[in-house]
């Protein structure tokens, strides 16, 4: 998918680990825009210091959501 004007893909170790990366290739080619095309945006986020379950048997294996907006509308 294409992006709108430039993408940047940057590798970041966050752990207490080296990593070694050992092979990488990124492809591109122009993109022909019409009024259908579509761009890809994206970003990353962190959410340190976040306490999750610790017990495997459960369910959602401690997974939840974050609620970015909170939308009310009085219609």
Not at 11 to 29: C, E, F, P, Y
Not at 38 to 67: M, P, V
Request: charged share 25%.
């Amino acid at each position: 998918m294409p992006f709108g004007k430039q993408a940047e893909i940057s590798i970041l170790n966050l752990g207490s680990q080296s990593v070694k990366l050992t092979r990488g290739r990124i492809l591109s080619s122009p993109w022909d825009w019409d009024d259908r095309s579509c761009y890809f945006h994206a970003a990353w986020k962190q959410w340190a210091g976040i306490e999750t379950q610790s017990n495997e048997k459960a369910r959602d294996l401690g997974a939840f959501d974050l609620n970015w907006i909170t939308s009310v509308s009085d219609r």
